[in-house]
Every structure is written in C-alpha cells, then in structure tokens.
C-alpha cells in the first residue's frame, strides 16, 4: 500500500463503452490480494462442464478462454470471438501461426522418426539446427545445448557455469555463488526462480530457494538514474555496486553474473543504457566471473538483432534462449556456450554433466530450424526493426501525454507501457487497483487484442505495465491497430478506474 493518497483526476476516454468483466483470464504469480482482486473481475459464468475441467489450469477460480483456431496473427475462441494476437502469446508465436513450412518440416520429420535417446545417439536435424543457432552468433559462440524450456535452459547455464569452472582448475571449486539483478525473472524451476529477482514471484517459495544467489539493481533508466544524472555516471555507479558485491560475497567464489540484456515480464521490456553490459563485463572479467544472459524472451530477433547481445558490444559466456526459437510449434529451448567454455570442457572431462530425455528432440528441432531458416530466408529483422520504429513512434504519439502512463521503453517489436498514479513521483496504483489485469481484460473484451500484464514493475509488489510484442511478419496495418487500440484500451482502463474509485484513502 502506497503511503501518500492517489487521487484519479479528471479523465475521460476518447471512445469506448463500460464493459463487464466477462472474461477469465490467468493470475499468473500474482500475490494472494491480487488473485482476488483479479478473480472479482474475471469470468464466473462458465458451464458446469467447463468448472469440472480435469485440467490443473494457472487458476482454478476461473476458467479459461478456449482458443479453437489460430491463423496468423489472430486467435479464435470457441464462443466465436476473435483477437489480434499483438504479444504473440508470451513473446513466443513470431512468425504467427499455421505457418506451411513449419508444418511440412515437423510431418517430413516425424516420417522419418521422432524420437532417439540423446544419451547414446545424435541426429541430423539437431545438427542442423545447433549449425543455424552457431552461425547465427559470427562465431562468436561456439557449442549449442537443446532442451525443452526456458526454465530448463537458465538451469543448465548454473550448472554449465558451475562444471566450467571445475574443469579448468581445483583451485576454482570454490566458485558456487552467483550474482543476479532486482526486477528480473530467470524461470520457475528452483534454479531459475532462484535467479529472479521478483518477490511476488518468489514469495511461495523462498524457504526453498538457494542461498548462494546475491543481487544488485537493475539497470533501469526511468527508476534507477538520479535527476541530472549523465548515462556515464549511471552506468560507473552501477559497476561500482557489482564490484561492491564481488567484493561482500568473495570474489574468488563468484561463478556467474546473471542478467536479461532487456527485461521482460518483470518490468516491462527495460533496456539496458548504453554501455552497461560493457561495464558489467568488465567487472566479471576483473575477478574471473563468467557473464550468463537471459534471452529466453528477448532473443531470436525480438529486439531487431537475432542476439540481443548484438547491440550490446559483448558477447556472454553462455546464453539462454526459449520462446522465439521455435515460434510456438513445439516446446523447444537452447542454451549456447562460447569458445572459453566449451574449450574448457573439450580439455577436461569432455561431457556436460546434465542430460534431460527431451533433450534435442527432433520434432522440436525440427520445427525450431524451419522458424530460424524463415526468419533468415525472409529478411524478418528488417521487418522487426522497421515495424518496430513505426509501433514506438505510434505508442509514443498515442501515450506520451498520457495522465497514467510513466514510461514508454523498448526496442525492436518488444514494447512496455508502465502506469503511475503520478507523473512526478512516480508513485504506482495500490496492487488493488489491478491496472495491468483490467488492462489486459478490456483489450480482449472490446478491443480485440491481447496485451500481456505484469505487476511489480516497481519493486516486485507494486506497480503495473503492460507488454506490447507483436508477431515480426505483422503488417503496417496491424502495428497501426494494435497502437490504437493499445491506447483504446487504457483509456477505457482509467474511465471506469475513476467512475469506480475516484480518490482514494
């Protein structure tokens, strides 16, 4: 709960209606209040046979909406409605659905076989795919790892970090501690959630997670930088504070600094300034550190390079990457190690002590390597970087003067939108409010779009935004609808916030 009083002031939508919230949508690592208050405004009128699903779904307050059929960009649900897809589900369906080359490729190779133990054999399609992947970095990585989830790859990059550093020396057994950042999210797997940094998200479960993970701040230009602070000095005061931690938890037993070049649901696509990984290198480097980058939402072109690390000036030690490798087809996600590590392996033990049944499964890879040869074949980061200017220019001309909206921040055609009960303090809404869940509601409900919510934004409790990541073949056209109705939507948000709450105590 804020300190101050949030008062709503005067607001009024440009257009739209006062809608009923008649959609069930998912309170995904929400805090107990918050599933509440997302639960009063979600769906209760389902059939007796939807409540008795036997699917353990995200809620079990509410159910679901059905998707029945995808084409493209858009989805439709089994009461017939239909939606523009303009966050690709979880930044995931990039290249939209129902794609003919994709499909022919999982047919072609589930014909041949689809499935072999990665333990005793290999197979062509992983070998082309880990190709694509290597070649996709310059050669600056050198071996590529494939599972089956985000969660699975930010997992095996502790415990690749861990084993690297006991191949090159006894000396560096030592090395068992990692250094993450505030406002991050890296999995739910004990490792992964672990790594994050966002207490909501954490809450549950934090009698169970490991000690030996130690954090610093974000890199957050609209919260973290003082009034008049230059980038510099900023990006010198944040190497400080990770030298600073090197130096409080050992430096010698630090194995691993971990971050996301731009962060995703946990703040709301926040980019790095210019020159912080460069700086956060050279802090790792100084003491022997390995750098580890999460790109499982950001990566695979989303940001207008296929590594966000490309416009970093760096290159990690190990990567992971999910979501848009495989666009959705199949469960697929990778991690890729650079020469430093697999030659350390390569000279040591020579094997990766780790191993999963899916692991490199060749339908998966399959799919993943038609997406990866599509996104090449079709030039899409082109289209990524120039629909990516378009839908920042729109979103910017449509929100800047926005009462409620604090930060518009992103890159390529990965978007966030942070709401503020005031503009010069920065103050969020009370979690109560739900701004991000109703948000997300009414984009569905009356603006045929899906914005993908987040709460938190300010310190893992508080605080909302809102994800804008559409699919890179979207048209002129949909950037220009989605912006629209983007703002449509948060419009229609803050006119019933205000009818409903007015000032608040």
């Not at 129902?98 to 014909?111: C, G, L, S, T, Y």
């Amino acid at each position: 709960m804020i300190a101050r009083k949030v008062a709503l002031g005067p607001f009024r939508a440009t257009s739209g209606t006062k809608i009923s919230h008649s959609i069930s949508l998912s309170p995904t690592f929400m805090m107990p209040h918050q599933q509440r208050t997302f639960a009063s405004i979600a769906a209760t009128a389902r059939s007796t046979a939807e409540q008795d699903s036997a699917v353990l779904h995200r809620s079990l307050k509410t159910s679901p909406m059905m998707v029945v059929s995808a084409r493209e960009r858009h989805l439709t649900f089994s009461d017939g409605h239909e939606i523009l897809d303009s966050t690709c589900g979880a930044a995931v369906a990039c290249i939209g659905s129902h794609n003919d080359r994709v499909k022919k490729a999982m047919i072609e190779q589930i014909d041949k076989f689809s499935y072999c133990n990665s333990m005793f054999f290999g197979h062509p399609i992983g070998e082309q795919l880990c190709a694509e992947l290597i070649r996709g970095t310059e050669g600056a990585m050198a071996k590529a790892y494939i599972m089956c989830s985000g969660s699975e790859a930010m997992d095996s990059a502790m415990k690749m970090a861990r084993q690297y550093f006991t191949e090159i020396s006894p000396q560096e057994n030592k090395r068992i501690n990692f250094i993450a950042r505030e406002g991050s999210y890296h999995g739910t797997t004990i490792g992964g959630l672990s790594m994050s940094g966002h207490v909501a998200r954490r809450s549950l479960f934090l009698d169970m997670l490991l000690p030996n993970v130690h954090r610093v701040s974000a890199c957050n230009a609209y919260r973290g930088m003082k009034k008049g602070q230059t980038t510099e000095e900023y990006v010198a005061q944040l190497a400080d504070e990770l030298d600073r931690k090197f130096q409080e938890v050992g430096p010698e037993t630090v194995c691993a600094f971990v971050a996301e070049p731009v962060v995703g649901a946990a703040l709301g696509c926040v980019p790095s300034v210019e020159g912080y990984f460069k700086a956060m290198k050279g802090v790792c480097d100084k003491y022997g550190a390995l750098l580890i980058l999460d790109e499982v939402m950001s990566g695979m072109g989303r940001t207008g390079t296929l590594h966000a690390w490309q416009q970093e000036g760096i290159v990690p030690d190990i990567q992971t990457l999910a979501k848009g490798l495989g666009g959705g087809y199949a469960p697929v996600a990778g991690m890729l190690i650079n020469h430093r590590v697999a030659d350390a392996l390569k000279n040591g033990t020579g094997a990766f002590s780790h191993g999963h049944t899916y692991q490199g499964h060749p339908v998966s890879c399959a799919a993943a390597l038609e997406v990866q040869r599509i996104i090449r074949e079709d030039d899409l980061l082109t289209n990524v970087k120039e629909r990516g200017k378009l839908l920042s220019s729109l979103l910017h001309k449509y929100l800047d003067s926005h009462p409620y909206v604090g930060n518009i921040r992103g890159r390529g055609l990965f978007w966030g939108i942070e709401f503020v009960a005031d503009k010069q303090t920065k103050d969020p809404f009370p979690p109560s409010f739900g701004v991000a869940n109703l948000v997300h509601t009414i984009g569905l409900k009356d603006q045929g779009i899906s914005l993908y919510p987040g709460t938190g934004t300010q310190d893992g409790v508080k605080g909302d935004h809102v994800l804008v990541a559409p699919a890179y073949t979207s048209t002129v056209e949909e950037i220009e609808e989605i912006s629209l109705k983007t703002k449509l939507a948060i419009d229609q948000t803050f006119e019933q916030l205000q009818e409903a709450h007015g000032r608040l105590g």
